[in-house]
């Protein structure tokens, strides 16, 4: 085995992409284009392959972030590497050619969080193995990353599928259609406001923070006009009442955002919409469909509750993760990370109790 390690271009970005689409643990979060829509957001994407005797055998998308005051800063893989982690050859030397890198960017940490199911204690034991450090313990969606989803298994009849979904599943999508419900499934980047206002209004309803506008626009233009996502808005009596941005990226697809007005709720679009999503990802070849995060196996008393019967109710799947691992390059600085990130974790989450207090006097005010 010859192999040797090199930082690609801009110009090879095709490649890159054939590679990860290709590969059983390729996902969206490794392609090249998410590596731009992360560098226009705070981080800066470093794309590294690992080559035998010319063809590549591994890849990872390193996103850079630095640490203010401390001139340092740390590196993040999310759902990667992409490799055979049993391949420990090509493991260990991809992780001396990420460390040698980290020397030259002052990164104190390596952090990752695989698309690899908790099933695989082999995989845990090569992990620490090699120094990797769990480093998220607590359940939900406290990680970067979602640590449970329901995954659909596309690789049947379209029509067996749909029957192995809850009756009441069944029963809204049908409920949706009967009454008129139209999904607009040729969004144009016009449509994307629309969208977007819609979300503003799940969020001020349900109490949850959103990214600006302009990010969303990155989105577009980096993976909507590369064909990697797609916008699916629904419509009644004229007017949109819902909407989803969906990715798609070589045989998987993945529900990423959704948002559903206050009005007309109770003719079940967000059913519609995902089942159009699901019919959309079939008929692009895909052989998953990803409803993304879910609070974990919960009861009926859980706050969240309704999301997980929601998502259970299609007949996919649940997928926990092995989670968040860090390698630490600089202990030193790593004690440090963790108390400043304590620290501005505590903030958003002042923040974000502010900003739901000040939206609940709005919503108070606006319904006087």
């Known amino acids: 085995m010859d192999l040797n390690y090199r930082i690609i271009d801009d110009k090879e970005e095709k490649i890159f992409d054939e590679f990860v689409k290709n590969h059983p643990k390729g996902h969206i979060l490794q392609s090249y284009a998410w590596g731009e829509v992360k560098g226009k957001t705070g981080w800066k994407p470093i794309r590294l392959v690992v080559e035998n005797k010319g063809n590549i055998v591994a890849s990872a998308l390193i996103l850079k972030r630095s640490l203010p005051f401390l001139r340092k800063s740390i590196f993040y893989i999310p759902r990667g590497p992409v490799l055979d982690y049993k391949d420990q050859k090509v493991f260990d030397f991809l992780l001396n050619a990420i460390k040698e890198l980290a020397k030259k960017e002052k990164a104190i940490l390596l952090k990752i969080d695989p698309d ?124 949109a009442i819902a909407g989803t941005l969906a990715f798609i990226f070589g045989d998987k697809a993945w529900y990423v955002y959704g948002a559903s007005s206050n009005e007309y709720r109770n003719v079940m679009p967000n059913y519609l919409l995902q089942w159009t999503m699901i019919c959309w990802a079939y008929e692009n070849g895909c052989n998953l469909y990803d409803f993304r995060g879910i609070p974990g196996n919960v009861s009926e008393k859980h706050h969240l509750y309704g999301l997980y019967r929601f998502k259970k109710g299609f007949g996919g799947t649940f997928t926990e993760f092995i989670g968040e691992y860090d390698l630490i390059y600089s202990p030193f600085y790593y004690f440090l990370w963790k108390i400043a990130k304590k620290i501005y974790n505590l903030y958003r989450m002042f923040l974000f109790v502010f900003r739901k207090n000040i939206n609940s006097l709005k919503a108070k005010d606006e319904s006087i």
């Open 116 to 239: 690899i199911p908790s099933s695989h204690e082999d995989i845990k034991e090569i992990l620490e193995k090699r120094g990797f450090k769990l480093a998220v313990k607590a359940i939900g969606f406290e990680g970067i990353q979602p640590k449970y989803v329901f995954r659909l298994d596309l690789r049947k009849p379209l029509e067996e599928i749909r029957k192995n979904f809850h009756p009441k599943t069944r029963y809204n999508i049908g409920l949706a259609q009967r009454k008129g419900v139209e999904i607009k499934n040729d969004c144009s980047f016009e449509d994307l406001s629309t969208f977007y206002k819609i979300l503003e209004e799940t969020a001020l309803r349900d109490h949850f923070l959103i990214r600006s506008y302009n990010y969303f626009v990155i989105l577009w233009k980096e993976l909507v006009e590369r064909g990697y996502a797609k916008l699916f808005l629904a419509y009644y009596k004229g007017k």
